[in-house]
């Protein structure tokens, strides 16, 4: 890259970021809400792996979060770029220090090569957890055959993985379809001349043939295309239709933008314009978080970037069924525009984000990881990991240096999951050319005594058995704690080049019931469950009580 392009880049930064985050800082905001202390303990829990490659690895760096072996406890798919992808076991102990176990899962040196990102799923409904993995060239789906094993399923389903560089997914089931539709996001066509500035890719959805055998025997190109880094499936207007949410990187192409697509059931997909209430948003989009922040019924988004990120809402003084959004991120103290610890006052490059409750006070958080792309001059080199905790008054505080997670690595792909099962939210998190960090949640306490911050809750939802959609992708899990709720989607997709299947977790601070109630993908909704705190439950369909789970 050429120093003049860097100097444009560092400029178009500047003008984008809100005028208090170029004037000096404030004292910082201290968080009223407790603050979790995190213990790194990957080399001890049996983690050695890396990230790395040349620069079509500078992005991606994925990890996905499943459970692989039928013991209900999430394992975790680590991307590796240029080395092998590698799948760890969780051996963690229940309450204890975090441990795994590397494991073959059956695959080719060609196939667990290449690897940027992955995606749980369960494709072909048989209940076994399968993925989507994308790679520089052709992308994967692979099998589930339990006991940590996969097979590659391309010719037995007709997919064609091409071969472009892919570095976002999602997946959704559309309504009458037994199949799930997927979406892959690819990045720079290589292969065009003058690569890369200006040559993004398009993008594809792949949609079951709609017979009772599952096949994708042709992709609908998204064009144009403009760089994807991550996309999520989100009925963003409630409407029971989800459309296709994508972000893109500026960097690469000229008169681009942030992108929702409407995909019809049964009709081709059509781009949002600004005759529909879409407004031109360019940023160097990276990641995306989708979180019902105040239970409206209408999701808010956290877009990460080079400089700022976005935090969008639908704005309320317009139509509610057209999507025009505000971005509210400096009301709400979360631009993380820069780094918040350290003398590195350069713009930040954000990557993963992804909320979730991690002290269990039932307000949603935010995890961003940062790192600079590579060894960019006008960007921070020094640039941690943000940990934003939800407050009371609706705004966030940072608090990663605090709560130990400001290390100085280049973060990319991570993940938020309880590992050893104790109710508390662990961090892993995929670096560029660097150890993987892997931080045990030890509540308000230390690692030899870790306790609780808040009671809490995991549910699990599955759909009847042999029937389409197992997993209840793209439900919408309501949480009754006292007089207000917290909700959350199913979802499969967003946060960058990684995901998780498996357990939801939500806090309920001092609260020890709760009432649980499901929104099905077909709209219909559950009755109440009434639940006890600090339990995992699985919820079937249909069922007249939420069933208990003990972790051994």
């Given at each position: 890259?050429?120093?003049?392009?860097?100097?444009?880049?560092?400029?178009l930064?500047?003008?984008?970021?809100?005028?208090?985050?170029?004037?000096?800082?404030?004292?910082?905001?201290?968080?009223?809400?407790?603050?979790p202390?995190?213990?790194?303990e990957?080399?001890?829990?049996?983690?050695?792996?890396?990230?790395?490659?040349?620069?079509?690895?500078?992005?991606?760096?994925?990890?996905a979060?499943?459970?692989?072996?039928?013991?209900?406890?999430?394992?975790?798919?680590?991307?590796?770029?240029?080395?092998?992808?590698?799948?760890y076991?969780?051996?963690?102990?229940t309450?204890?220090a975090?441990?795994?176990k590397?494991?073959?899962?059956?695959?080719?040196?060609r196939?667990?090569?290449?690897?940027?990102?992955?995606?749980?799923?369960?494709?072909?409904?048989?209940?076994?957890?399968?993925?989507?993995?994308?790679?520089?060239g052709?992308?994967?789906?692979l099998?589930?055959?339990?006991?940590?094993?996969?097979?590659?399923?391309?010719?037995?389903?007709?997919?064609?993985?091409g071969?472009?560089?892919?570095?976002?997914?999602?997946?959704?089931?559309?309504?009458g379809?037994?199949?799930?539709?997927?979406?892959?996001?690819?990045?720079?066509?290589?292969?065009k001349?003058?690569?890369p500035?200006?040559?993004?890719?398009?993008?594809?959805?792949?949609?079951?043939?709609?017979?009772d055998?599952?096949?994708?025997?042709?992709?609908?190109?998204?064009?144009?295309?403009?760089c994807?880094?991550?996309?999520?499936?989100?009925?963003?207007?409630?409407?029971?239709?989800p459309?296709?949410?994508?972000?893109?990187?500026?960097?690469?192409?000229?008169?681009?933008?942030?992108?929702?697509?409407?995909?019809?059931?049964?009709?081709?997909?059509?781009?949002?314009?600004?005759?529909?209430?879409?407004?031109?948003?360019?940023?160097?989009?990276?990641?995306?978080?989708?979180?019902?922040?105040?239970?409206?019924g209408?999701p808010?988004?956290?877009l990460?970037?080079?400089?700022?990120?976005?935090?969008?809402?639908?704005?309320?003084?317009?139509?509610?069924?057209?999507?025009?959004y505000r971005?509210?991120?400096?009301?709400?103290?979360?631009?993380?525009?820069?780094?918040?610890?350290?003398?590195?006052?350069?713009?930040?490059?954000?990557?993963?984000?992804?909320?979730?409750?991690?002290?269990?006070?039932?307000?949603?958080?935010?995890?961003?990881?940062?790192?600079?792309?590579?060894?960019?001059?006008?960007?921070?080199?020094?640039?941690?990991?943000?940990?934003?905790?939800?407050?009371?008054?609706?705004?966030?505080?940072?608090?990663?240096?605090?709560?130990?997670?400001?290390?100085?690595?280049?973060g990319r792909?991570?993940?938020?999951?309880?590992?050893?099962?104790?109710?508390?939210?662990?961090?892993?998190?995929?670096?560029?050319a660097?150890?993987?960090?892997?931080?045990?949640?030890?509540?308000?306490?230390?690692?030899?005594?870790?306790?609780?911050?808040g009671?809490?809750?995991?549910?699990e939802?599955?759909?009847?058995?042999?029937?389409?959609?197992?997993?209840?992708?793209?439900?919408?899990?309501?949480?009754?704690?006292?007089?207000?709720?917290?909700?959350r989607?199913?979802?499969?997709?967003?946060?960058h080049?990684?995901?998780q299947?498996?357990?939801?977790?939500?806090?309920?601070?001092?609260?020890?019931?709760?009432?649980?109630?499901?929104?099905w993908?077909?709209?219909?909704?559950?009755?109440?469950?009434?639940?006890?705190?600090?339990?995992?439950?699985?919820?079937?369909?249909?069922?007249?009580?939420?069933?208990?789970w003990?972790?051994?």
């Amino acid at each position: 890259m050429s120093r003049y392009a860097i100097r444009f880049i560092l400029t178009l930064t500047a003008l984008a970021l809100p005028a208090a985050a170029l004037a000096e800082d404030a004292p910082r905001p201290v968080s009223s809400a407790p603050v979790p202390h995190f213990v790194e303990e990957a080399a001890k829990a049996g983690i050695e792996h890396t990230y790395d490659g040349a620069w079509e690895f500078f992005v991606g760096g994925g990890v996905a979060i499943f459970d692989c072996n039928g013991d209900r406890r999430p394992d975790m798919f680590l991307a590796g770029g240029k080395n092998p992808a590698q799948l760890y076991e969780n051996r963690s102990p229940t309450g204890g220090a975090l441990a795994f176990k590397a494991r073959d899962i059956g695959l080719t040196d060609r196939q667990v090569t290449r690897v940027l990102g992955a995606y749980p799923l369960d494709f072909d409904n048989d209940g076994i957890v399968d993925l989507a993995v994308l790679r520089l060239g052709e992308n994967l789906l692979l099998k589930g055959k339990g006991d940590c094993r996969f097979e590659e399923a391309n010719r037995a389903l007709a997919f064609d993985g091409g071969r472009e560089w892919t570095t976002g997914f999602s997946a959704v089931w559309e309504q009458g379809q037994t199949y799930p539709t997927l979406a892959f996001g690819n990045y720079v066509d290589r292969s065009k001349p003058g690569s890369p500035w200006g040559t993004c890719h398009d993008n594809f959805l792949f949609r079951p043939d709609g017979t009772d055998k599952l096949r994708y025997d042709e992709a609908t190109r998204l064009t144009p295309g403009y760089c994807a880094l991550s996309m999520l499936f989100t009925d963003w207007n409630r409407s029971g239709e989800p459309s296709l949410r994508i972000s893109n990187d500026r960097q690469y192409y000229r008169g681009g933008e942030e992108q929702l697509w409407a995909v019809p059931p049964g009709r081709p997909p059509r781009a949002y314009r600004r005759a529909d209430g879409w407004r031109h948003l360019k940023i160097w989009g990276m990641g995306i978080a989708s979180i019902d922040l105040n239970d409206d019924g209408y999701p808010e988004y956290a877009l990460t970037s080079m400089g700022d990120t976005k935090l969008q809402t639908l704005d309320a003084e317009a139509d509610e069924t057209v999507p025009v959004y505000r971005d509210i991120a400096f009301d709400r103290g979360a631009t993380a525009h820069r780094p918040y610890t350290g003398d590195d006052l350069r713009p930040s490059t954000g990557w993963h984000s992804e909320f979730q409750d991690v002290n269990n006070d039932t307000l949603w958080d935010l995890f961003i990881a940062k790192g600079n792309v590579e060894a960019m001059p006008d960007f921070a080199a020094f640039d941690p990991d943000d940990l934003l905790l939800g407050q009371w008054d609706e705004k966030f505080v940072e608090v990663g240096d605090t709560a130990g997670i400001a290390l100085n690595r280049r973060g990319r792909g991570a993940g938020l999951a309880d590992f050893n099962m104790d109710g508390l939210l662990d961090l892993v998190v995929v670096n560029r050319a660097g150890p993987v960090s892997l931080f045990r949640n030890v509540g308000a306490g230390t690692a030899e005594q870790p306790r609780p911050l808040g009671n809490w809750l995991a549910v699990e939802i599955r759909q009847e058995r042999h029937q389409p959609n197992r997993y209840g992708v793209g439900a919408k899990i309501s949480v009754k704690i006292g007089n207000r709720s917290v909700v959350r989607d199913v979802q499969i997709g967003a946060g960058h080049a990684s995901g998780q299947l498996g357990f939801v977790h939500f806090g309920l601070g001092v609260s020890e019931r709760a009432q649980v109630r499901i929104r099905w993908p077909d709209g219909d909704w559950s009755h109440a469950y009434r639940v006890f705190a600090n339990s995992h439950v699985i919820i079937e369909r249909g069922a007249d009580k939420a069933r208990l789970w003990y972790p051994e």
